[in-house]
């Protein structure tokens, strides 16, 4: 059953990327499914229908809206650090602590910092993440 609903996932994805419905875009998306299923299905959550949970609905679209919000500011950030004359930076790497025990969920902060204009993810040892920032204070 879990991989019948990571395949409907992976195909509904596909579906959506597309936006159509073409008979040749259908075929190639059953096919990418099925192949991704098999090559990664192992890699995706244990409970898919927990996906439906609204308050998992709810707190995930929450999270669009500030990664949103704070992704513009830093996009600003960095603009004005790269239009600026003296072009004020101060890199460096910073070690940050974090109560996160899944790995979906550090994966999907780091996605998260990393998708961030001036920050990268280095890496992730146990719940402590190494990034590097465009201005350490």
């Known amino acids: 059953m879990k991989r019948i609903v990571h395949f409907l996932i992976l195909f509904i994805v ?51 809206v ?8 830093a996009n600003l950030d960095v603009a004005y650090r790269v239009l600026h004359k003296d072009v004020p930076i101060r890199p460096g790497i910073v070690k940050v602590k974090t109560t996160m025990k899944s790995d979906l969920g550090l994966t999907f902060l780091a996605n998260s910092i990393t998708l961030t204009p001036g920050t990268l993810t280095i890496d992730i040892i146990d719940s402590d993440m190494y990034i590097h920032w465009i201005y350490v204070r």
Request: net charge neutral.
């Open 14 to 64: 596909w579906l959506l990327l597309t936006w159509s419905l073409d008979v040749q875009n259908v075929v190639a998306g059953l096919i990418v499914a099925v192949i991704g299923e098999l090559l990664i299905g192992h890699l995706f959550f244990d409970n898919p229908i927990k996906m439906l949970d609204p308050r998992r609905i709810f707190w995930f679209l929450y999270y669009i």
């Open 66 to 73: 500030i990664f949103l919000l704070h992704m513009t500011k």
